[in-house]
């Protein structure tokens, strides 16, 4: 019997995502830009619209870490402030993802029928919408802005969950357990929240881990488009499209936030992919 054997099945899922190396040095990587940006003030003199017009942009120095932009703004600050819009808009947005799509989609695949079939269409008709194009149109529509952008994403991050927790639901429901919870008389919402919902949760979790990077891109793509986040304030998004119109004269306005923002997207990918191994019931019955 090995340590795995003698555990519950979240301890045993955390012990299999230790194995996971990619994973873990994606944890670490995530954490240390995340303790980065949220301790940000206590970083850098500097605030993130603090402006030098007479410094101008100047390459990485001693006094500016990573250089500054063309209105001689610490790169750095903005770097870790942006980093905190970029991974506000992630989670937020994953969040609403969640809110929606887990009970949207439990409920569909749970009920069936005529009201699966309902329900499905409405997200099948929002769903073949072009995705970025109806996020702009809802850009367009309710404005600029952080909040509008977190409105626009968040409206249509919810469909994918809806299915795939749909898809889930309709596999659990048909076991033994919710069966037999029929037959001792529970009542529709005890069964969804105590069997089946803790019983589709790994898989959302490794869906709500691969909807971040995807929202994250999401909002730089506006950003890039001008309809993201507003000045003064910025994401990586926006660092990024400014460095793209000033790459010839100065390189470093693009290199350290797609740095940052790399670095960050490609370790939620590995942290996702290792909680899918690890929360993967078929892993366990290999070992």
């Avoid at 240390?32 to 993130?48: H, K, N, R």
């Avoid at 992630?90 to 929606?100: F, H, K, M």
Wanted: net charge neutral; glycine share 8%; aromatic share 10%.
């Amino acid at each position: 019997m090995n340590e795995a054997d003698s555990i519950s099945p979240w301890a045993q899922s955390w012990y299999r995502l230790k194995q996971h190396r990619m994973a873990m040095l994606g944890l670490i990587l995530l954490s240390i830009i995340g303790l980065l940006c949220l301790i940000a003030p206590w970083l850098t003199s500097y605030t993130y619209r603090e402006q030098n017009i007479d410094l101008g942009a100047i390459p990485p120095c001693a006094e500016h870490w990573l250089g500054t932009d063309t209105l001689g703004r610490d790169l750095f600050t903005r770097i870790l402030y942006g980093g905190r819009i970029s991974f506000m808009v992630g989670l937020i947005a994953t969040a609403v993802s969640l809110l929606i799509g887990v009970p949207y989609g439990a409920l569909s695949g749970y009920l069936g029928g005529r009201t699966d079939r309902f329900m499905m269409r409405v997200v099948e008709i929002i769903y073949s919408l072009p995705y970025t194009i109806f996020v702009i149109l809802l850009m367009v529509v309710v404005g600029r802005g952080l909040l509008p952008l977190l409105l626009a994403i968040g409206a249509v991050e919810w469909l994918a969950m809806a299915r795939l927790v749909r898809g889930q639901v309709l596999a659990v429901k048909e076991q033994e357990f919710v069966q037999a919870a029929h037959v001792l008389g529970q009542s529709n919402f005890k069964i969804l929240s105590k069997h089946i919902i803790p019983n589709v949760l790994g898989t959302v979790i490794v869906c709500a881990t691969l909807t971040v990077p995807s929202v994250m891109l999401l909002e730089s793509f506006l950003s890039f488009l001008g309809l993201g986040i507003q000045a003064p304030m910025t994401s990586w998004g926006d660092l990024i499209k400014d460095g793209v119109v000033t790459l010839e004269e100065y390189p470093w306005m693009l290199i350290f936030p797609s740095i940052f923002f790399s670095v960050t997207l490609f370790s939620l990918n590995f942290l996702g992919d290792g909680l899918r191994d690890a929360l993967d019931p078929r892993v366990e019955a290999a070992r």
